[in-house]
């Protein structure tokens, strides 16, 4: 039994070297051991003629040739008309068409009939989250004139920040007593 895969020149004009034959016996471990063996044995002639064809058969010109690999690439663009064909035809996969649209009365936007406009609902959201975050003003006596920031709306400082700010971290060096001269 042999095991050989036969790469001829690619569609570039490359070539592969053709591989060896790989000739292995696997011993079956289910098989008595008592009989030989039961396989039926084929004539010298068969065996020559058999040997022959397997020194001289021809070696294939291409790999790509008749093994699939060129056909199941797309050898032209699918136009637009047909790909809509294909997702609109009437499978499982169909996308349906949406003909019960119309226009919100209160912004204009294009909505599903029966339903809530989206924009709207958006809209809403956002004003539940401003009252419920309840605008803080900014005290301005608590700011440092030097260091003045920008605080945005709804920005808080945790109490980890607030210990970075007062620098507390930072060694200094005592101040020498002042010196007077006499």
Not at 18 to 45: K, M
Not at 53 to 72: C, H, K, Q, T
Not at 154 to 171: P, S
């Amino acid at each position: 039994m042999s095991l050989s895969i036969n790469l001829g020149k690619l569609a570039a004009g490359l070539s592969f070297p053709r591989l060896p034959e790989i000739r292995v016996t696997i011993p079956n471990p289910f098989a008595s051991t008592t009989s030989t063996s039961n396989a039926v044995q084929a004539s010298p002639d068969l065996q020559r003629r058999l040997q022959e064809y397997l020194e001289n058969r021809p070696v294939e010109e291409s790999f790509f040739i008749d093994n699939g690999l060129l056909r199941a690439v797309p050898k032209k663009k699918v136009t637009y008309n047909r790909k809509r064909q294909r997702q609109l035809k009437p499978t499982l996969k169909q996308l349906p068409y949406l003909h019960h649209l119309n226009r919100c009365p209160s912004c204009g936007h294009t909505k599903r009939a029966n339903t809530l406009c989206m924009h709207c609902v958006l809209q809403i959201k956002n004003l539940w989250k401003q009252d419920s975050k309840g605008e803080s003003e900014i005290v301005e006596q608590v700011l440092d004139p030097v260091d003045k920031k920008v605080l945005y709306p709804g920005k808080k400082q945790t109490e980890y920040e607030k210990e970075l700010e007062k620098k507390e971290y930072v060694l200094r060096r005592s101040r020498s007593l002042p010196l007077s001269r006499k």
